[in-house]
């Protein structure tokens, strides 16, 4: 890989992106940016930035842009980040690709992916979801762990969130629909925009995710 590898991927909750980010960072050697990840360690880690969130958190009040985009640069700024990497969760709004731009410079966004996958299996994938409060493992909901309550892999407990009950699904997929709408204008007007079926196998999916990496030099 000869140029530092930025992919954004789109798309609405349940759509995938984790799993295929996860899959992509190993296929490309960038790691798996996600905003919420970043945001979890940085509490974790008691770092100053941590601290900020946890006290925007512990208020009830949503992190801004401008926090975010600091813990994304600061991410950015690790060693492991230098060829590249898969963004999921970032940017969200217009505001935040602007200032991805600004971070990145000429180093500019490869591809958009947007993963589109139908609300009505995005409510079937996200309610049937079961999640580990420790590790953030993910299981259906006919899984042993997801059955017995105790994660596989950390010992935690597994629980179903309260924002995959359907109703808290329909409220977020409103919410994306209304501020993403924005964003992919934003990308297709200079032509990054690829859009990708999600609603078939992993596998499949993966598979097209490669090719299109593959026409931009990217994999």
Known sequence: ????????????QGAGKGTQCDRLSEHLGIPHVSTGDILRAAVRERS????EVESVLAAGNLVSDDLVNRLV?????????????LLDGFPRTPGQAEALDDLLGEDGIKVVIDLEVPS?????RLSSRRVCQECAAIYKDS????????CERCGGDVIQRPDDFPDAIARR????????????EFYERRGLVVTVD??????????????????????
């Open 1 to 12: 890989m000869t140029s530092r590898a930025i992919v954004v991927l789109l798309g609405k």
């Open 48 to 51: 100053p930035l941590g601290q």
């Open 73 to 85: 640069e600061a991410r950015f700024a690790q060693p492991d980040a230098a060829p590249g990497a």
């Open 120 to 124: 009505e299996l995005v409510i079937e």
């Open 143 to 150: 899984d042993v762990a997801a059955i017995s309550g105790t």
């Open 173 to 184: 997929l409103e919410t994306y629909e209304r501020d993403t709408a924005p964003l992919k």
């Open 198 to 219: 999600g609603s078939r196998s992993p596998d499949e999916v993966t598979s097209d995710l490669i090719a299109v990496l593959r026409e931009r030099g990217l994999a």
